[in-house]
């Protein structure tokens, strides 16, 4: 396809809203995921880091 003006490529030939509202949508998800995925990291970190501790003063108090 061939374009005459921006207008145009942007408008995709009538599909301008999908095309780029999906495209929009997945650079959003790539951008957020990776901190989701570090938040997550660091919740089970911590998780684990209380579990340790929980159980070195279990074991402190027998």
């Known amino acids: 396809m061939q374009w005459t003006s ?3 490529f942007f408008a ?3 599909y301008g809203f999908y095309v780029w509202g999906s ?3 997945c650079a ?3 951008l957020v995921e990776p901190i989701l995925a ?3 990291l660091t919740a089970v970190r911590q998780s684990i880091r209380r579990e340790r501790l929980a ?4 074991q ?3």
């Open 55 to 58: 159980d070195q003063l279990e």
């Open 38 to 40: 570090r938040q997550r």
């Open 12 to 14: 995709m030939g009538g």
């Open 6 to 8: 921006v207008g145009e």
């Open 23 to 25: 495209f929009g949508a």
């Open 60 to 62: 402190g108090n027998k």
């Open 28 to 30: 959003l998800l790539m």
